[in-house]
């Protein structure tokens, strides 16, 4: 892992991001939004599979809209964040939050692929996905809506503790 994280300190985008203000503060900036449109996103999707607004809020229309946003912002937050990574790799690599964030990360994108896979295997011939989605178990759903708050709930707060606690 040394020799890995060396390398990645040797390469220019990683001495950019250690010497340019404003290219780490764009960088960082796109990283708050990315994560921003990522949990606002999934905020309200989680609670909805928790049943909060059962009757008010169909799920399907929720995932349509809700399940492309949140998607989005996971890749500008990851894209982002391997730009942030590369100012202080060695760093970052040996501090425990950084480690807890990204199996947190980890944790989330995994989890949410699986609920969509499982999804997928049900999914019929030309059959709406977000129906399909919307169409898993009720205690299917509750425990992918459990799952996500905690791990992206865990990864924002190990994200923000990381800018201003050091190990």
């Not at 480690?99 to 997928?120: E, F, I, P, Y």
């Not at 992206?152 to 201003?164: H, N, P, S, T, V």
Request: glycine share 8%.
């Amino acid at each position: 892992m040394e020799t890995l994280t060396a390398f990645l300190q040797t390469l220019p985008v990683s001495e950019w991001m250690r010497v340019s203000r404003w290219g780490y503060a764009l960088v960082n900036t796109a990283h708050v939004a990315g994560l921003a449109v990522l949990v606002g996103s999934i905020l309200p999707l989680d609670l909805r599979l928790l049943g909060v607004w059962r009757q008010a809020a169909p799920l399907a229309p929720l995932v349509r809209v809700l399940v492309p946003c949140a998607a989005c912002g996971l890749m500008l937050a990851l894209s982002s964040g391997l730009m942030l990574f590369l100012a202080a790799p060695a760093d970052y690599a040996a501090a425990p939050l950084f480690l807890a964030k990204m199996a947190l990360v980890s944790l989330g994108t995994v989890s949410a692929l699986l609920t969509h896979a499982s999804a997928a295997t049900r999914r019929q011939p030309g059959a709406d996905m977000a129906a399909t989605l919307a169409g898993l178990s009720p205690s299917r759903l509750r425990l992918a809506g459990a799952v996500s708050l905690i791990a992206w709930g865990g990864a924002l707060i190990c994200g923000r503790l990381l800018a201003f606690v050091a190990d």
